[in-house]
């Protein structure tokens, strides 16, 4: 068993390693610290903490993104609807579901979304009220129970047909409603608790680091070579996080747990090859 002491020290290396990711591509704060800080606390002492940081964090992605906002937020508006009534009932479940349990949930459903943004995934979805609205209560539901929803949100836009800044304009309003709604409904649930107070004096810094070192980064290397490379660390850690879970819940033993690690490694390294490939045969076509 891990230490307090050290547990909080590996929680700001890895808050720090995903505010520099969210400030270089726009997300993957919670989608990067939470499935690795699940592994040393609940999602009940954790999620607090995430959802207060995310609150800043989409406030100020917002903020710098505001300009591709008119052209949007009637797209989304249907999205930002159907958050409220999933994150009432994703607030209730985190309060009341076994907290062995809610972590095998965040890595079960979190994988093979990673997966198939992984794959590049399209298929074009047509922006109605009918798509839309359910989508976002259950985004809703996903986000109050994980914090995490940075994966469907991004391969529903991509396969909308959202360019770059109107990707990231939608991606700041849709986040902006979920985190500050989310927070509400766990305060009036009394999911603020000292144990999530004592987190936030280690995110907010590595935040307020982060996310500037990301935006630097980003102005030198490809954005598309480092999301994938990203989505594949995201992959293996969640992965492992599932394996692990599996065997705190009885469900399988060890080693043969380790397997679905050994899985999700094998189908990225396939993904990871064919995006490379596909990378390397772009310019010669043009």
Known sequence: ????????????????????????????????TVPLALLFYTNRILNPAVVIVEV??????????LKGVPTVWRRVLPIVAGLVPGIVVGSFLLASLQPGWVKFATYSIFLPLILIQAAGWRRPIRSTWLVDFPFGTMLGVLYSVTTISGPPLAILFNNQGFVKNEFRAGLALVRVAESSVTAVAYYKLGLFITE??????VLIPTVLIGIPLGAILMRRVDPETFRRI??????????????????????????????????????????????????AVLPRKA
């Open 230 to 279: 990203c989505m594949s660390f995201d992959a293996w850690v969640v992965g492992f996080g599932l394996s692990h879970v599996l065997t705190e819940l009885n469900l399988m033993q060890s080693p043969w747990a380790y397997s679905v690690m050994l899985a999700t490694i094998l189908i990225d390294c396939c993904l990871l090859y064919r995006f490379f490939a596909n990378r």
């Open 56 to 65: 800043l964090i989409n406030f100020y992605v917002l903020l710098i993104n």
């Open 1 to 32: 068993m891990f230490t307090a002491d050290i547990a909080l020290l590996v929680l700001a290396g890895i808050a720090l390693f995903a505010a520099f990711v969210n400030g270089a591509i726009g997300y993957g704060f919670s989608s990067l």
């Open 196 to 201: 999530s107070a004592q987190l936030l004096y």
